[in-house]
């Protein structure tokens, strides 16, 4: 079945450094790619999506390339805030319109950000 | 945005008992809802989608008539944990699609703690 794992967390990370969180996944065909970002005491928010190789979604500074030679969708954001600890979630779901919801997640990786 | 509304967000109760946990859509007709179930320190897993009006259907593994999921209006679904253990308890996250533009936007969560 499909699955996706993320770099183990928690990170942390001083303000305006360069951040990374690793993204890799295992499916079938050509499934659409996503960051789910989750901050305290919220609900998971969509970041950013990719939905075809060499896509590039971004959104707020952060930016994830859908690599499919790599089976990869890294998460990469040049300049941390404070305002960026949060949870981030990769997730996949299945090529087809009607099975947009059915999202496989990652673990999650907690991010903290110190000034 | 759009917003959806988890109720309640925190849960403790005695083995045996039954406990219901709401989904809402604040301001848009959710034609599909699903139900995610998170270990600590895991990734979410899709429990069951139901759509507005009929039946939920639920993934392999997961027990209907332990979890009965009901979708009775396009703004409101339902999670019942009935008899519930302390292997039950868990982490519970409701998404809902549907709106202007069909994205998914996910509830809070719902943390319960049997006893």
């Known amino acids: 079945g499909d699955s996706v794992t993320q770099m183990e967390g928690p990170v942390t990370l001083s303000e305006e450094a360069f951040l990374t969180i690793n993204c890799t996944y295992t499916a079938t065909g050509y499934p659409s790619l996503f960051w789910y970002v989750q901050y305290p005491g919220e609900g998971l928010q969509l970041l950013l999506k990719a939905t075809k190789a060499d896509d590039k979604g971004s959104n707020k500074g952060f930016e994830a390339t859908y690599r499919k030679e790599t089976t990869s969708f890294h998460l990469e954001k040049g300049s941390v805030q404070v305002s960026d600890s949060a949870v981030y979630f990769c997730?996949?779901?299945?090529?087809?319109?009607?099975?947009?919801?059915?999202?496989?997640f990652g673990q999650g990786t907690i991010l903290t950000v110190h000034p | 945005g759009a917003v959806v509304s988890q109720h309640p967000s925190w849960v403790i109760c005695k083995s045996g008992t039954s406990v219901k946990i709401e989904c809402r859509s604040l301001d848009f007709q959710a034609t599909t809802m699903f139900w995610y179930r998170q270990f600590p320190k895991q990734s979410l897993m899709l429990m069951a989608t139901?759509?507005?009006?009929?039946?939920?259907?639920?993934e392999q593994g997961v027990e209907k008539d332990k979890f009965l999921i009901n979708h009775a209006s396009l703004t409101l679904s339902t999670l019942t944990v009935t008899s519930a253990h302390p292997e039950d308890s868990s982490f519970y996250i409701c998404?809902?699609?549907?709106?202007?533009?069909?994205?998914?936007?996910f509830g809070e969560g719902s943390r319960l703690t049997v006893l």
């Open positions: 997730a996949l779901s299945p090529p087809g319109g009607t099975s947009y919801g059915k999202l496989t």
């Open positions: 139901s759509n507005e009006g009929s039946k939920a259907t639920y």
């Open positions: 998404s809902a699609g549907g709106g202007r533009t069909g994205e998914l936007f």
